[in-house]
């Protein structure tokens, strides 16, 4: 038979692996054991079963993400950063006539100006009134961020470390100590080519203080019941005691493997898994499990484990009573040393051990010390109440505003421009309203009153009934009111002409109207309609139209509207005049054509 590649032969026939190598079967190689040595523990106490929520949603990715609060403050960071960002870059844009983007977009940012819109710069003694400014605005959508990330974070931080975990402990008496009744269990594994065959020696256990007279051999199958299986990694020995209630304090049980042909007794490392649990409450277990490769020591070199001296795993056993688990009684296991025993680093001398049969063997020893002079109890108390909770949101709040608040003071105070954004932004937004009202209110003229009974074509394609929308500059203001002043003296020109043939009857009356264009009748002006009237009824001559002239304080595109509506009321009582003479006139001119018609009959008839 052929040995494995990588393998040490010894007694001149036979093979086995050299140091710290398992035989890999699949490759019919010898390869090194690299598991690392590890041992672990569970916390508190670990839940044994199923959660329908765990198996369906993946809480423990999710927990992978939200490990710590850093992440809720990097999160908080990188949106105040990209808000800030946005905000500074904004400030470059042109805002126009108010009508673009960028101003809407400006616009939108002062009116989420909350924290900071009674605390702008003020002169000194002025009154304190609500300003909503674009650096305030900002700022204040800073505020929330800040504080939403902070808030965040605290929830994580309750949610996780809400309660603490106190640990009382007190001697303990045999009554307590019997009450416990656990299921232990222990698994232990030599890493190694060997079988179950290789097992011998096991079936008694050693209780008590060695060199007092408390020291007994007794069977194992008084204590429990062990078996052993055969695994890839080795053979496994299990040690079970259901409701067990241990009432020494030292307890040993040892076994050993010896060589079998073609099967030394070797190994090259151990796996142990020691698991505790109530019978009344199988739900929680606690456990202690690991790998060891060179003793309790860090050193990763690979070992060989044979010979007479023993390998001793030393275990502690706590008993712990869980008043927060309705007084739940568990045993915790923990591991305390292990005790390598013959050990070869160098492959000369494990091939002479293998030639040797005084060494063909290998001895293990569990030790197991329950420490039952005290009683550990653990409890949860609640370290977070309402009181606390809202302390700490007040004081994420304050520091949220505070922050901010301090950089809006110092930029208004360094930086004079800053100090009057508000009346930047209003002026433009009622410039532009001003301009749609009155684009509303000429297209309202143009439709109600046609403009081709009062003007004639030429004064129609120069203006819409006299009304032309003021210009954003003051020259195109200029050339407005012009056209419009020349279209009035064009329109009284004609109006005078034709009035010259009205018969010198007709008399004038003053107007009341219960209408007017600004949803009030103006008294000031009925009188100058009616002054004007009356002053022209003993010539029988109409009245010129009203001017149109604005007054001289309004430059520019500013108008102001109560002007214009003067203006306008003007214009209607003027047209409301001409109406009444003109119905008149018509009733008149009716008169007239029916007493011809009558005289005419009546001189046929003679």
Same mark, same amino acid.
């Given at each position: 038979?052929?040995?494995?590649?990588?393998?040490?032969?010894?007694?001149?026939?036979?093979? /086995?692996?050299?140091?710290?190598?398992?035989?890999?079967?699949?490759?019919?190689?010898?390869?090194?054991?690299?598991?690392?040595?590890?041992?672990?523990?569970?916390?508190?106490?670990?839940?044994?079963?199923?959660?329908?929520?765990? *198996?369906?949603?993946?809480?423990?990715?999710?927990?992978?993400?939200?490990?710590?609060?850093?992440?809720?403050?990097?999160?908080?960071?990188? &949106?105040?950063?990209?808000?800030?960002?946005?905000?500074?870059?904004?400030?470059?844009?042109?805002?126009?006539?108010?009508?673009?983007?960028?101003?809407?977009?400006?616009?939108?940012? *002062?009116?989420?100006?909350?924290?900071?819109?009674?605390?702008?710069?003020?002169?000194?003694?002025?009154?304190?009134?609500?300003?909503?400014?674009?650096?305030?605005?900002?700022?204040?959508?800073?505020?929330?961020?800040?504080?939403?990330?902070?808030?965040?974070?605290?929830?994580?931080?309750?949610?996780?470390?809400?309660?603490?975990?106190?640990?009382?402990?007190?001697?303990?008496?045999?009554?307590?100590?019997?009450?416990?009744?656990?299921?232990?269990?222990?698994?232990?594994?030599?890493?190694?080519? &060997?079988?179950?065959?290789?097992?011998?020696?096991?079936?008694?256990?050693?209780?008590?203080?060695?060199? =007092?007279?408390?020291?007994?051999?007794?069977? %194992?199958?008084?204590?429990?019941?062990?078996?052993?299986?055969?695994?890839?990694?080795?053979?496994?020995?299990?040690?079970?005691?259901?409701?067990?209630?241990?009432?020494?304090?030292?307890?040993?049980?040892?076994?050993?493997?010896?060589?079998?042909?073609?099967?030394?007794?070797?190994?090259?490392?151990?796996?142990?898994?020691?698991?505790?649990?109530?019978?009344?409450?199988?739900?929680?277990?606690?456990?202690?499990?690991?790998?060891?490769?060179?003793?309790?020591?860090?050193?990763?070199?690979?070992?060989?484990?044979?010979?007479?001296?023993?390998?001793?795993?030393? =275990?502690?056993?706590?008993?712990?009573?869980?008043?927060?688990?309705?007084?739940?009684?568990?045993?915790?296991?923990?591991?305390?040393?292990?005790?390598?025993?013959?050990?070869?680093?160098?492959?000369?001398?494990?091939?002479?051990?293998?030639?040797?049969?005084?060494?063909?063997?290998?001895?293990?020893?569990? =030790?197991?010390?329950?420490?039952?002079?005290?009683?550990?109890?653990?409890?949860?108390?609640?370290?977070?109440?309402?009181?606390?909770?809202?302390?700490?949101?007040?004081? %994420?709040?304050?520091?949220?505003?505070?922050?901010?608040?301090?950089?809006?003071?110092?930029?208004?105070?360094?930086?004079?421009?800053?100090?009057?954004?508000?009346?930047?932004?209003?002026?433009?937004?009622?410039?532009?309203?001003?301009?749609?009202?009155?684009?509303?209110?000429?297209?309202?003229?143009?439709?109600?009153?046609?403009?081709?009974?009062?003007?004639?074509?030429?004064?129609?394609?120069?203006?819409?009934?006299?009304?032309?929308?003021?210009?954003?500059?003051?020259?195109?203001?200029?050339?407005?009111?012009?056209? &419009?002043?020349?279209?009035?003296?064009?329109?009284?020109?004609?109006?005078?002409?034709?009035?010259?043939?009205?018969?010198?009857?007709?008399? &004038?009356?003053?107007?009341?109207?219960?209408?007017?264009?600004?949803?009030?009748?103006?008294?000031?002006?009925?009188?100058?309609?009616?002054?004007?009237?009356?002053?022209?009824?003993?010539?029988?001559?109409?009245?010129?139209?009203?001017?149109?002239?604005?007054?001289?304080?309004?430059?520019?595109?500013?108008?102001? /509207?109560?002007?214009?509506?003067?203006?306008?009321?003007?214009?209607?009582?003027?047209?409301?005049?001409?109406?009444?003479?003109?119905?008149?006139?018509?009733?008149?001119?009716?008169?007239?054509?029916?007493?011809?018609?009558?005289?005419?009959?009546?001189?046929?008839?003679?």
């Amino acid at each position: 038979m052929s040995c494995p590649r990588d393998s040490i032969t010894y007694n001149a026939t036979r093979c /086995a692996c050299g140091i710290g190598q398992l035989l890999n079967r699949s490759s019919g190689s010898c390869e090194i054991f690299g598991w690392p040595s590890t041992i672990s523990t569970d916390k508190d106490i670990s839940y044994k079963g199923i959660s329908f929520a765990e *198996t369906l949603f993946a809480f423990d990715r999710i927990k992978k993400f939200t490990q710590s609060q850093a992440v809720f403050l990097e999160a908080t960071l990188v &949106m105040l950063l990209s808000w800030l960002v946005f905000c500074f870059f904004l400030r470059f844009t042109k805002l126009g006539d108010g009508r673009n983007i960028w101003f809407n977009l400006r616009w939108w940012i *002062t009116r989420l100006d909350v924290f900071f819109s009674t605390r702008h710069w003020l002169d000194d003694q002025q009154v304190v009134k609500k300003r909503k400014t674009e650096l305030g605005g900002m700022f204040s959508v800073a505020s929330w961020i800040v504080f939403i990330g902070l808030f965040a974070a605290l929830l994580y931080q309750i949610l996780t470390k809400r309660t603490i975990e106190v640990h009382n402990v007190r001697a303990t008496g045999s009554p307590d100590l019997i009450s416990f009744e656990n299921d232990l269990e222990f698994n232990i594994t030599a890493v190694s080519d &060997m079988t179950c065959s290789n097992l011998r020696g096991i079936g008694n256990v050693l209780t008590g203080n060695p060199g =007092f007279s408390d020291l007994k051999v007794a069977s %194992l199958s008084s204590l429990g019941n062990y078996t052993c299986r055969n695994t890839t990694s080795g053979p496994t020995v299990n040690f079970k005691c259901v409701k067990c209630r241990l009432t020494n304090d030292y307890i040993y049980i040892s076994w050993h493997f010896v060589d079998l042909p073609g099967s030394p007794a070797a190994a090259v490392g151990f796996q142990f898994n020691f698991t505790s649990k109530n019978g009344a409450d199988e739900k929680h277990v606690s456990f202690v499990s690991g790998t060891l490769r060179n003793g309790s020591i860090l050193d990763e070199r690979p070992v060989t484990f044979r010979g007479n001296e023993g390998n001793v795993l030393k =275990f502690n056993l706590f008993p712990r009573i869980y008043h927060h688990l309705r007084d739940l009684k568990l045993i915790q296991p923990l591991f305390h040393e292990f005790i390598p025993g013959s050990v070869y680093r160098d492959t000369a001398q494990l091939q002479a051990s293998l030639g040797r049969s005084t060494d063909g063997m290998l001895n293990t020893t569990l =030790f197991i010390n329950y420490l039952s002079s005290y009683i550990v109890e653990i409890d949860h108390e609640n370290i977070l109440g309402p009181v606390s909770f809202l302390a700490d949101l007040g004081g %994420l709040y304050c520091i949220s505003i505070g922050i901010f608040f301090y950089i809006l003071v110092q930029c208004e105070y360094r930086i004079k421009k800053l100090r009057n954004e508000d009346t930047v932004f209003r002026r433009i937004r009622k410039r532009r309203k001003a301009l749609d009202h009155w684009d509303k209110l000429r297209r309202y003229v143009a439709y109600t009153w046609d403009c081709s009974i009062l003007a004639d074509d030429a004064i129609k394609t120069t203006a819409l009934c006299g009304l032309a929308r003021p210009s954003a500059s003051p020259s195109e203001c200029g050339s407005s009111r012009t056209k &419009m002043q020349h279209s009035i003296k064009k329109l009284r020109l004609s109006i005078e002409k034709n009035a010259t043939t009205q018969p010198g009857s007709l008399e &004038m009356r003053p107007l009341h109207s219960s209408s007017s264009l600004a949803h009030g009748a103006n008294t000031s002006n009925k009188k100058s309609i009616s002054q004007s009237s009356q002053s022209y009824s003993n010539g029988d001559i109409i009245p010129p139209p009203p001017l149109m002239e604005f007054s001289e304080g309004s430059s520019g595109s500013e108008v102001d /509207a109560i002007d214009i509506k003067k203006k306008f009321q003007l214009l209607y009582d003027y047209n409301v005049l001409l109406r009444e003479k003109l119905l008149d006139t018509q009733s008149l001119l009716n008169a007239l054509g029916a007493k011809a018609s009558s005289s005419s009959t009546k001189e046929h008839g003679a």
